[in-house]
């Protein structure tokens, strides 16, 4: 009896755009858009070139984002490929605290997967009923876990659209193959606003540079795209 070998996992690119003293957003209940017309543009094509795309729960609650591929012609462009007009939409979750009325849900016809604590995974299933496959993915949620259940699913190139905490979690781990970071022309300055990432033992320090791929400016924005990993090249993105 042979075992067939398990796939890669998936190319995973991270997303993320701050202003310039490293907020993801600010205090107040409105969003704060950090982004401009062309770059967000730019991450309609990122999109547009993955397979799925995950934030966490807390994104999901806050931000209620659609994770669509906005372009028609992007959309097009991916069906007469054979593949779904938008990537699978993924999640994760350590207490099942999900709204099946949220976008995430709701709009769009992507296939939807929410990784849930072991702890979670009967209430998430309860609340969420067919709107997604709700999945084991260990007490606590483990990140790498997930990677090679997608793997095992078909995806190949993952995008992790956030929050800081998810962003961190997968970065920590060293499981970032590329960091997408747009720096917006404005301070936050406020303490109690989220940040890019908390505290944690990163794989790049003074000691082990991250690889500094491209910079492009865009509009009022800039663009700083980091290679993690050697899996990332110079044309990636």
């Not at 908390?198 to 800039?222: C, K, M, N, S, Y």
Request: hydrophobic share 40%; proline share 6%; aromatic share 6%.
């Amino acid at each position: 009896m042979s075992c067939r070998p398990a796939p890669p996992r998936p190319y995973v690119l991270l997303s993320c755009a701050t202003s310039i003293d490293g907020y993801i957003d600010d205090a107040s209940e409105q969003r704060l858009l950090l982004s401009n017309d062309d770059d967000l543009d730019r991450v309609d094509a990122v999109r547009a070139s993955c397979d799925a795309i995950l934030v966490g729960a807390a994104t999901v609650r806050r931000d209620d984002p659609r994770l669509l591929v906005r372009s028609a012609a992007r959309r097009a462009e991916r069906v007469a490929r054979g593949r779904p007009a938008s990537p699978t939409k993924v999640t994760l979750t350590a207490r099942g605290d999900l709204d099946p009325t949220a976008r995430f849900f709701t709009a769009g016809d992507s296939a939807r997967l929410v990784y849930c604590a072991t702890g979670a995974v009967e209430k998430a299933r309860e609340r969420l009923g067919r709107l997604a496959t709700v999945v084991d993915a260990n007490e606590p949620v483990d990140p790498a876990w997930i990677l090679a259940d997608l793997a095992d699913r078909g995806v190949r190139r993952l995008m992790v659209e956030g929050g800081g905490t998810v962003h961190a979690q997968f970065l920590t781990a060293g499981l970032a193959d590329e960091l997408h970071l747009v720096v917006a022309p404005f301070f936050v300055g406020d303490g109690r606003a989220p940040r890019f990432v908390g505290e944690g033992r990163f794989p790049w320090h003074p000691g082990r540079r991250a690889r500094l791929a491209e910079t492009r400016q865009i509009g009022d924005v800039v663009l700083l795209r980091y290679a993690l990993s050697d899996r990332c090249t110079d044309t990636d993105g």
